[in-house]
């Protein structure tokens, strides 16, 4: 399975712009005026990690293989999204398909048009987060009413998933995202609530858009945006979409840099939103290497070691038999799998083993 960042907002705050920057091309197209953008740009985005060249180099490989996020540049939203108004139907479907959202505000003045004729986040942001919970209400409503008329049987599932809609119902009639108590579900309601696919349980990052001159620091207004994503505790990030989609552009390594070094960057701002979104998606990396090649590949956290062979292919989790194993810090620090073996920092994990950050695995299957 992979995972998934929808890129969402009003139209013409920079999703498309964005987009274009994250794939380092112009596929999406960017214009003056509103559903420019009608059916969803998807692109798969390499996850830098340097310590895939390092095993490389110690492996010999041949080729190498970076982990990736998949990314959906999703139509401009409007009020009343949730009826139907504008796109809104299409919108909400393409935001259901994903696993976090990227939510890009406008925090910038200019010439481009505002759907609303004025610039104001805190605004923008409301409008959206209304739309998905009121999309929320009307989902969790209508499931409740089918569900009721179900019930005869009063079986123990359509019991406890009959609690938790009515619980959920509450959360979201008191203007709250169903993200916001997630870490108070138990166990059992947290696998009932997989099935709902609501919208506002979905991770999310505020992306704050600002102009040139403020892409280091930000403005007031995407401090203002950093202060209300605070309260909803939920992370935010300032970035100019125009000149991260620039600098995308740029094929010279040492030409990028100094055009980073002109303009006060430490970095690629667009790294910070792909990490970010790794951290958003709750994902780990741990890695296969060998003389063909050395990949990195994505778990959520807390996944066994049996889940991560079925990564790979489904044969390896189906006639799993064990997997060796050995962290990235004692590979590096032995030179490699024979050496690693030898000094006795090879461990064998079994069905239960839980992945951890940086684990490189030799699975032993048998069909």
Same mark, same amino acid.
């Given at each position: ?71 959906? @540049? ?44 004025? %610039? @104001? ?88 858009? %600002? ?46 840099? @100094? ?95 839980? %992945? ?12």
């Amino acid at each position: 399975m992979g995972f998934s960042c929808g890129i969402i907002g009003l139209p013409n705050v920079g999703k498309s712009t964005l987009f274009n920057a994250l794939t380092s091309t112009a596929a999406a197209e960017v214009a003056n005026y509103p559903f420019c953008t009608i059916k969803p740009n998807t692109a798969s985005i390499a996850i830098s990690d340097p310590r895939l060249d390092i095993l490389a180099n110690i492996a010999n490989s041949s080729k190498i293989l970076p982990a990736r996020v998949e990314f959906i @540049d999703i139509a401009g939203l409007v009020k009343g999204a949730f009826r139907g108004a504008g796109l809104g139907n299409q919108f909400l479907d393409n935001i259901r398909n994903t696993h976090a959202i990227i939510h890009v505000l406008r925090c910038f003045e200019g010439e481009i048009t505002h759907v609303d004729g004025s %610039v @104001d986040p805190i605004r923008d942001a409301e409008i959206v987060n209304t739309e998905l919970m009121l999309a929320d209400l009307n989902n969790l409503e209508k499931r409740i009413l089918i569900l009721e008329s179900a019930m005869r049987s009063k079986d123990k599932n359509s019991i406890q998933m009959m609690a938790l809609m009515q619980k959920l119902l509450n959360i979201i009639r008191e203007g709250k995202a169903i993200r916001s108590i997630l870490s108070t579900l138990n166990n059992e309601e947290s696998i009932l609530l997989k099935q709902l696919q609501l919208l506002t349980a979905k991770p999310m990052l505020y992306l704050c858009n %600002v102009e040139e001159d403020n892409a280091v620091s930000g403005n007031l207004l995407s401090t203002r945006m950093a202060d209300k994503a605070a309260d909803e505790n939920v992370k935010s990030l300032v970035i100019s979409a125009a000149i991260e989609a620039e600098i995308a552009q740029i094929s010279n390594a040492e030409e990028k840099k @100094d055009f980073l070094y002109s303009l006060n960057l430490d970095e690629f701002r667009l790294t910070k939103v792909i990490r970010s979104c790794y951290k958003l998606l709750n994902l780990l990396t741990f890695f296969t290497v060998g003389s063909k090649e050395v990949r990195a590949w994505t778990l959520r956290q807390g996944t066994n070691v049996s889940e991560a062979a079925g990564k790979i292919h489904s044969d390896f989790r189906r006639g799993f038999i064990r997997a060796e194993t050995i962290s990235f810090a004692d590979f590096v620090e032995t030179g490699g799998e024979r050496a690693a073996k030898e000094a006795g920092k090879m461990r064998i994990e079994g069905f239960e083993y839980i %992945v951890q950050e940086g684990d490189i695995f030799y699975f032993r299957f048998n069909i």
